[in-house]
């Protein structure tokens, strides 16, 4: 069975906001519960999953159902917060213990990145050449230090195609 996606839902900054992130899937025609997204949606979520809000935890454990249930039509990216995570030596900012993630969903992120289902970027296909969607924007600085923060390239093809 081929899977014709025609709608993108693009979701920006969720900081451990679940509730919220759950109605807006539902309201889209997803299911939460399984992680399961209508044949013709795919989801882009723009990062900054994590901090803030009372559940962080939370969605991290949604967008894992997600990731599982529906691969390759969620998209996750890697947001500042997430980031912070990604970095030798763990976090370079000192998040108030309420926000601050501990070491079981700080793997989950780590891992994420590792297996290639998180990107700093994404390609959404549309009339012409696409649309490249990011967190807050691919800077050489972000790439720099993004490219030491694990032994794969931040941007690595084919995130977008070539001409």
């Known amino acids: ?27 889209l025609g997803a299911d939460p519960a399984t992680g399961t997204l209508p044949e013709d949606l795919e989801v882009v ?18 967008v894992a159902r ?22 030798p030596g763990g976090p370079a900012f000192d998040w108030p213990a309420q926000d601050r993630l501990d070491d079981e969903h700080a793997d989950l992120l780590r891992s994420w990145w590792e297996q290639d ?28 230090w993004s490219t030491r923060a694990s032994p794969r390239p931040a941007c690595r093809a084919p995130t977008w195609p070539t001409p």
Do not use: C, K
């Open 66 to 87: 997600f990731l599982d249930a529906s691969p390759g039509r969620w998209h996750q990216l890697t947001g500042n917060h997430e980031a912070q995570y990604l970095r």
């Open 45 to 62: 979520q723009l990062g900054d999953l994590v901090h803030r809000g009372p559940d962080s935890p939370g969605v991290l454990a949604l």
């Open 117 to 144: 289902l998180v990107r700093v970027a994404h390609h959404v296909p549309t009339p012409g050449p696409g649309t490249l969607v990011t967190h807050a924007g691919v800077t050489p600085g972000f790439a720099s």
């Open 1 to 27: 069975m081929v899977l014709v996606v025609t709608r993108t839902a693009i979701i920006g900054d969720v900081g451990g906001h679940l509730a919220e992130l759950e109605a807006a899937l539902t309201d």
